[in-house]
């Protein structure tokens, strides 16, 4: 489900999901194949972990990144699920042929 909100979504993005809804800031947004593609990886990722373990994970390794790079979009970036959903967002059949907890690769081949 795609819901619209200009409020809820930071500044510097244009997407946000939380399980189990995308939030995008403007209803336009819903025609970037690129944006939804890159949103829904979240969701599987979300899926795979039962969603709670999800936002855990990502607030320590966001946290950490912080800590190793003492910059927060370079932080955010290093996150493996943002990492694995910037690397196939592209790919509008990358969540058919996507192998389950692909995400592990991500975590365990830091960039």
């Known amino acids: 489900m795609i819901l619209i909100s200009r409020h809820l979504i930071p500044k510097r993005y244009a997407g946000l999901t939380l399980w189990p809804v995308i939030f995008l800031k403007t209803p336009e947004l819903r025609n970037d194949p690129v944006l939804v593609n890159h949103e829904k990886i979240h969701l599987r990722q979300q ?29 955010y970036r290093q996150i493996s699920f943002e990492r694995e959903a910037y690397t196939n967002e592209q790919n509008p059949n990358y969540l058919k042929t996507r192998d389950s907890w692909r995400f592990t690769y991500y975590f365990f081949n830091a960039s």
């Not at 969603?51 to 320590?60: I, K, M």
């Not at 966001?62 to 910059?71: A, E, V």
């Open 47 to 75: 899926a795979e972990l039962l969603v709670l373990p999800f936002y855990v994970l990502y607030g320590l390794e966001w946290l950490y990144g912080l800590l190793k790079y003492r910059d927060i979009h370079r932080a």
